[in-house]
Structure formats: structure tokens, C-alpha cells
């Protein structure tokens, strides 16, 4: 009886470590993501979920392009059809756009082929509506398991995590979102925020574009350097 408890244990705990790095935004379990720097780095990258997002990702444009700063864009490429103009936008402006699947589904529950099918269909969305764009790929939620990543890697596509949250999917007031980044900043950090919102276009961001406005006036005195994804991951390989 106690070596079946144990046995029962022993598996409880692996599905439950399994389960937190399926999700959690900083395991490597399952492959290697790229989540930031090492502490102490100078350098923060913005980067915003689930655009574009009429109006808001457009104004966030605006808020960017006031301070002189370039962002990463992970879209959703249903969303990229039906506002190729706005994709465009972020483009055009210098910002670099990433692959967040064609309509945002839980991947871990998700065969293969429907993997596969998520991310082509992004990528020509992508394709269809900018040209070029980067290899980048943010798993919708983070979540993950080892068919994301083998089938991600064999499109071509770099997985792209982070490391600081400004829990705003639920868009609290900009001063909780400004709040909560500010406490976990260390410096070489990948910053999650959201210009949209995964179950429909029109999702209200205006919090998110203030939080955003305060972040960038309040750590580039401090001397850090807002920086895109590829930016920042050419430092790490330097």
C-alpha cells in the first residue's frame, strides 16, 4: 500500500510539474523559449498580444512613436484579415510583427495537424498583409507542449516567452497595470502586455496605451533602452 501511495504521489507531482511548465511563461521543459536577458541588462522589450485591434492598436502607435520607441506585435491572423490596413500600420511604422496563430486556441489541446494549420494560416494572413515579416511566434495563453514546439521549429518559427506581465488582458487601471510591470523590472526583461483581445476586434486598451505611456517616461531616464525582440536577442548571442 505505501509504495502504491508513493507511486501516486510521485505521479501527482510529475503532471503537476508537467502542467506549470506547459504554462509557465519562463519553463524550458518542453523546449527552449526565449524570455529576456540576464539580469541587469539595460534593455526592455515591449511586446503586445492578440492585434490588431481597432482602434487601439493604432493610437498605441501614436503613444510608440511619441517616445521614439520600437515594440514587437505578436497577431492574431484572423484579425490580420479583416485589418490587413492596421497590420500595415505597425509595420510601416518599424515595429516587428510576430506569428500568434490564425484564432487563438488553447495549443495544448490541439492535434498536429491543427498546430500546423494554426500557424500557416497566420503566417499567410501575415504574408498577404505586409510582405516580410519575422520568424517570431507567441503560443496563445503561453501555452505549450512538445508538439508546439517541434512543429513551430520545423516552420521556421522561434518560440518568444517573457518574463514580466502586466496582467492587463482584464484591463485594470493603467496605475495597477504600471504598477505591476514596474515591480518585476530587472533589466533585460520581455514585457507582456495587449493591444487586443483574443475573443473579438474592439477589445477596450485604453489602460493598457496609458500604462504603456507611463512605463517608457518613467524607465528611460533610468537609463533603459526599449528595444524589439530581435534586438534584444542579437544581444544575448553577442
Known sequence: MLALALT??????????????????????????FTGL????RQLALTYDDGPNDPHTLRLLEVLATHD??????????????HPEIARAI?????????????????????EAVIRQELTQC??????AIGKHSNLFRPPFGARRPAVMRVARELGLEPIMWNVTGY??????ADIIER????????GDVILLHDGGHKHIGADRSQTLIATDHL???????????????QMADDEED
Do not use: C
Open 123 to 128: 503566417r499567410s494572413a501575415l504574408q498577404d
Open 168 to 173: 492587463d488582458w482584464n484591463a485594470p487601471p
Open 91 to 111: 509595420a510601416q511604422a518599424g515595429h516587428v510583427v510576430g506569428n500568434h496563430t490564425f484564432t487563438h486556441p488553447w495549443l495544448v489541446f490541439q492535434s
Open 216 to 230: 517608457i517616461a518613467r524607465f528611460k531616464p533610468e537609463g533603459y533602452k526599449f528595444v524589439t525582440i530581435p
Open 69 to 82: 520607441v520600437k515594440a514587437t506585435f505578436f497577431l492574431i491572423g484572423r484579425y490580420v484579415q479583416q
Open 180 to 187: 505591476k510591470v514596474s515591480n518585476q523590472i530587472r533589466g
Open 38 to 41: 540576464k539580469r541587469g541588462s
Open 8 to 33: 501516486g504521489a510521485i505521479s501527482a507531482a510529475a503532471a503537476a510539474a508537467a502542467g506549470y511548465q506547459s504554462m509557465s511563461p519562463t519553463g524550458q521543459w518542453y523546449g527552449k523559449t
